[in-house]
Structure formats: structure tokens, C-alpha cells
């Protein structure tokens, strides 16, 4: 089955404590992007990447780290995690672009940080 | 600044009435926009890409409309249905930079029986 599949599903984490967030695609999509969702602001970029090794910021990346060395892999790191951070995340992917294809989404990875 | 604002944040029909949802937005020039829905502890699914040049989209009870003089997507569900009830998202992509991509915050829509 096509999906993106996020690791975990609910984390709770003290301030400063470094997390990695896995997300992993078997769509062979080279685009790949990370987003916080809040109540109110809707859906933001935090990263983005066009392909392997290619990561790029979005909206809101200040706090947060990319690495993408295979293509189906983009995990997000949080060095140093603050209350602020405290969110929903979603990972997602796309064959090309986003001109023409839709974004798939994983199920999403709710952080708190306290 | 860019702004992305879908009519409300919640919306309540009858079932079988046409639901009409709004996407405004405000400097930007988007080349398509994207319909999502979201349900409840899930990730948003696909729903509809409209491009720039065309005024209207139907895929069986959804159609999509995109007019860029007004700066406006509406999004209508004809016969709605209780199981239509989630969070529906907009987004748009730009036309300079189609990485680019950007959302408004949604409208819940509530159908009720």
C-alpha cells in the first residue's frame, strides 16, 4: 500500500532533550516536506526537499534540522526542543513538484514539549 | 503579506443540501490550488488541483471553482452526507516557485442527518 508512514505517533519530551521524528515514503516521490499544523494558523512549512541532499527552508524553520541520504527517508530533528515546538506535525511527499501532484500525508506526530 | 483565509471555521448543513466553502487570498499569485480534507487524528487526503487557466473542476459530488480577478476558489459538495463531516483545507502554489505551496488554516464542515 502507497503511504507515508511517521514514527512516533505522540511524544511528550522535556526542553533541551534532542528528538528525531522518522518519515518514511515507499512512493519513490522525490519531494518531500515536513509541516506544523496549529489551531487557527493552518498548515506550515518547515522543510522542504527536492530530492537527495537537496533540503530547503520553508515558512517556519528556525528550531528545526532535515537530512534527506536516501530518498524515501526524511527525518526531522529538534536539537533542542522547546514549548513552542509543541505541535502537530506531518510529513508528506509528491512525485515531482507541486504543479501537477497532490501532497500524501502521513497520520501525523503530536509533540509536546513541557 | 501573503494571506490565505477560508470562510469560516465551521460550517453546519442538512444533509443533502450543497455545502459552499470559501478560499480567499490576498498577495499572491497562485498557478493551482488544492483542496484537502482532514479528518480527526488523520493526515489531510487530496481531494482536487484546479489550475490557474481553468474556471471549474467536478470529480462525482465535489466541483471547484477559480476565479483569479476576485482572488477566490469556492468548493461546493452537492447531496451532502453525514460522512462529508471534516476539515476542509485549501492551498495554493505558486506561480514563481512551485515548492512553494501554502494553506489555509480550514473549515470544519459538520453535516447533520
Known amino acids: 500500500e502507497a503511504q507515508v508512514t511517521q514514527n512516533p505517533r505522540y511524544l511528550i519530551t522535556v526542553t533541551g532533550k534532542k528528538l528525531t521524528v522518522t518519515c518514511s515514503q515507499n512512493?519513490?516521490?522525490?519531494?518531500m516536506s515536513w509541516y506544523r499544523q496549529d489551531p487557527g494558523l493552518g498548515l506550515r512549512q518547515i522543510y522542504y526537499?527536492?530530492?537527495?541532499?537537496?533540503?530547503d527552508k520553508g515558512d517556519v524553520p528556525e528550531g528545526y534540522k532535515v537530512s534527506r541520504k536516501e530518498k524515501r527517508n526524511f527525518p526531522l530533528i529538534l536539537e533542542s526542543p522547546s514549548p513552542n515546538q509543541t505541535s502537530l506535525y506531518f510529513c508528506?511527499?509528491?512525485?515531482?513538484?507541486?504543479?501537477?501532484?497532490?501532497?500524501?500525508f502521513g497520520n501525523g506526530t503530536r509533540l509536546t514539549v513541557t | 503579506s501573503q494571506k490565505i483565509e477560508q470562510n469560516s471555521e465551521a460550517l453546519n448543513i442538512q444533509e443533502g443540501k450543497t455545502a459552499t466553502l470559501t478560499c480567499n487570498y490576498t498577495n499572491y499569485s497562485p498557478a493551482y490550488l488544492q483542496w484537502y480534507r482532514q479528518d480527526p487524528g488523520r493526515g489531510p487526503v487530496f481531494l482536487l488541483l484546479i489550475r490557474e487557466n481553468e474556471k471549474e473542476k467536478r470529480k462525482e459530488r465535489l466541483k471547484v471553482t477559480f476565479d483569479t480577478t476576485l482572488k477566490q476558489s469556492l468548493f461546493h459538495i452537492t447531496a451532502s452526507q453525514p460522512a462529508d463531516s471534516a476539515t476542509y483545507l485549501c492551498?495554493?502554489?505558486?506561480?514563481?516557485?512551485?515548492?512553494?505551496?501554502?494553506f489555509g488554516a480550514g473549515t470544519r464542515l459538520t453535516v447533520k442527518p
Open positions: 492551498a495554493l502554489v505558486g506561480a514563481y516557485n512551485n515548492n512553494d505551496m501554502r
Open positions: 512512493m519513490n516521490h522525490e519531494y
Open positions: 508528506a511527499s509528491s512525485s515531482a513538484g507541486l504543479n501537477n501532484s497532490p501532497l500524501h
Open positions: 526537499s527536492m530530492n537527495v541532499e537537496v533540503t
